[in-house]
């Protein structure tokens, strides 16, 4: 891996940390209104992925799908601005934080029920073969959607058409505020997307490096045309289920030492080891493009009342004003 | 003009549709072995390959997932949910998402996806075969609602469905797949939102739809053997719902009764009568009156099976008595 990639692929990083945490910030002061789930802890398998994606490649989310955007592509001016509920916003201000998507770069949407978004990816690979075009999709969920049945389904039906999927489990360790393994039986998710012969591995999650290879190797023989595959990628949720939930639950020595897998310090390292300056890597100036994007949403206008009666419907949708 | 059966007229309109447009695809249960559980959908799979004509595992979740995923990246799918009553195994995915991505995402994707899920009591098929459940649907912001009750109409407004932007449930109902009717087979869509009077009448106005209209149909003749004529009027499509025609017949006749097979509690006629209602109190000679299913689950046994079927004896007997109450 030449350095060079990996340093975008930390910037990628560097951009999504910033963001989750001024977003955590502007929830607890009240700028934002909604629930917000931060990426924080799980970055190196956005940025990992993604790095590894088309602009033309699709990717589907779920309720924690910041990151995912960013490593898209997304703006994160108008990111900040849907959080923020504001005109201007990746969707006007109509979505919030889970339902943050931007069509243009291929994200085709965060979703708020767990493991939709799983369906609707296989969906969008059955256009892309029936258009008989070169994209590949990619679908992440967290290990809280391994219990529903619809992911199962989708397995199932990826591998029976041959899709052009690539699945990728964030196993945060925490549906929601309980341990995932405490609820789920047999051997886990690559068990059984195996069981649907689904090639299937394991990669550490907070490892940018080691998850791109991994996802390298897989979406070719994805874009070959041999079907779906699926990344299960470790990592650790730093903070609660959303930020108004601290994680109370959790074993404060075990939450300690999680806390020391940081992806960020980790690629870091691999990065100085490398030959890279310090300067760098923190030559981005991702603070600043943040504070920039938050304070630009905060002087953004709020959506025009008649918004919130405009893309309802062609036929028989709500009037306004009444 | 040819005649065909309400099923023959839906798989024309298919047909018609995916030579139009190569966008336009199927998918559901077997769709392929047998044509669709009423051959509604025989002979495609031959003509249109099996990648346009899908046969899926029994997998309604993702069925409509899929269909959605595929409708907002540039195709027109065409579900089959077999069922009504299994489309409820995928609800979630018609009301969270079908129904809210071109809202939620403020018009980034739309959402061009047909839901076909029949409705109605069927012969002997008891209370998980049986549901009407269109009320459920018209509840929701986003989906448009359809329920075709002829030959033609399942032809014309199964086009207008497949080229509609907007999600569309579209509910057929199981009795009148086999039914007769004549079909202009060069014609275009129906325009979606627009009744159709099929009588005129002075005493009342009857509103219908799916297989009641039939059964109204037949009610008029009773009412005009009485001396009395009543205007029915079969909606066709429940939302957008044509107001403006049942409005104006009921300002003439100012009476109202309503008729679905569906369970009354609840029943889209509530929403037909408290809209006719506000509008029209003062011109309205009685209350607004609604026939419905009871609010039990059908049974298989024939005697019980017959206590949930509206006759038109039911009918003409419901609009004699508000027309001589007032």
């Keep these: 891996m030449p350095p060079q990639r990996t340093l975008q692929m930390y910037r990628t990083m560097q951009l999504i940390r910033s963001f989750e945490e001024a977003a955590g910030t502007a929830f607890h002061d009240g700028r934002i209104r909604g629930p917000v789930h931060q990426y924080v802890g799980q970055e190196a398998i956005a940025a990992g992925v993604c790095a590894n994606l088309k602009p033309t490649d699709y990717i589907a989310s779920y309720h924690r799908g910041h990151g995912h955007a960013i490593a898209k592509g997304a703006d994160i001016g108008r990111m900040m601005k ?21 069509f243009s770069v291929g994200m085709l949407g965060a979703n708020g029920v767990v493991a939709d978004g799983v369906t609707i990816a296989v969906g969008a690979a059955q256009a892309v073969k029936l258009l008989r075009q070169d994209r590949i999709v990619v679908a992440f969920f967290g290990d809280g959607a391994v219990n529903r049945g619809p992911l199962l389904e989708a397995f199932n039906w990826a591998m029976i058409y041959g899709l052009p999927v690539l699945f990728v489990c964030e196993d945060n360790q925490y549906a929601a505020t309980v341990r995932t393994a405490d609820l789920t039986a047999g051997e886990g998710i690559v068990a059984r997307a195996r069981s649907f012969g689904i090639p299937s591995e394991s990669v550490d999650g907070n490892d940018v490096v080691a998850v791109h290879d991994l996802a390298e190797k897989l979406i070719a023989k994805i874009r070959r045309g041999e079907g779906p595959a699926l990344i299960h990628a470790t990592a650790y949720r730093w903070y609660g289920h959303f930020a108004h939930d601290s994680g109370a639950y959790r074993d404060p020595e075990a939450h300690r030492r999680a806390l020391a897998g940081d992806p960020l310090e980790r690629c870091r390292s691999w990065l100085l080891e490398q030959g890279m300056k310090d300067e760098e890597l923190d030559g981005f100036a991702i603070q600043e493009l943040v504070e920039k994007a938050l304070k630009e949403a905060e002087a953004a206008p709020m959506p025009a009342p008649r918004e919130a009666f405009t893309e309802i419907q062609d036929l028989g949708a709500e009037a306004w004003p009444r | 003009m040819a005649e065909m059966t309400y099923a023959e007229a839906a798989k024309l309109a298919l047909q018609q549709e995916m030579v139009r447009d190569t966008r336009v695809w199927a998918l559901g249960e077997d769709l392929g072995s047998i044509g669709g559980i009423a051959g509604q ?12 004509v899908l046969d899926t595992p029994i997998s309604e979740s993702t069925i409509m997932g899929a269909a959605v995923g595929a409708a907002i990246c540039g195709t027109r799918p065409v579900v089959e949910l077999r069922y009504a009553d299994f489309g409820l195994c995928a609800t979630d995915e018609i009301v969270n998402q079908a129904a809210k991505i071109r809202y939620m995402f403020n018009g980034q994707a739309r959402v061009p996806v047909v839901i076909r899920q029949p409705i109605g009591i069927q012969k002997g098929c008891a209370a998980q075969h049986s549901q009407s459940t269109e009320a459920w649907w018209v509840h929701v912001p986003g ?11 399942n032809h014309g407004l199964l086009k207008a469905a497949i080229r509609s932007d907007d999600p569309v449930i579209y509910l057929e109902h199981k009795e009148l797949w086999p039914t007769r009717g004549e079909v202009d087979e060069s014609r275009g869509p129906l325009r979606l939102g627009q009744a159709e009077r099929l009588t005129d009448g002075n005493d009342v106005t009857i509103v219908t739809w799916s297989k009641m209209r039939h059964v109204c149909f037949a009610s008029q003749k009773i009412l005009n053997e009485k001396g009395m004529s009543a205007e029915v009027i079969d909606l066709r499509t429940l939302w957008p719902w044509d107001r403006d025609m049942v409005l104006q017949s009921v300002r003439r006749t100012g009476r109202l009764l309503v008729v679905h097979e569906a369970v009354r509690v609840g ?13 029209l109190w003062r011109e309205l000679k009685g209350p607004v009156r609604r026939l419905g299913g009871p609010r039990s689950p059908v049974p298989y046994a024939e005697p019980l099976e017959n206590l949930f079927r509206i ?6 007997n419901t609009a004699t008595k508000m027309v001589k109450e007032s």
């Design chain 1, 82 to 102: 849907e959080l923020l509920g504001r005109e201007g916003g990746t969707c006007g201000g109509k979505g919030g934080s889970m339902h943050i998507a931007d």
């Design chain 2, 311 to 316: 006759t038109p004896e039911q009918v003409s």
């Design chain 2, 143 to 153: 989906l448009v609602v359809v329920a075709p009750a002829t030959p033609a109409d």
């Design chain 2, 41 to 52: 959908y025989r002979g495609l799979q031959a003509q249109f390959g099996r990648e346009r």
């Design chain 2, 267 to 279: 029943g889209f006629g509530a929403e037909i009568a408290a809209e006719v209602g506000e509008a």
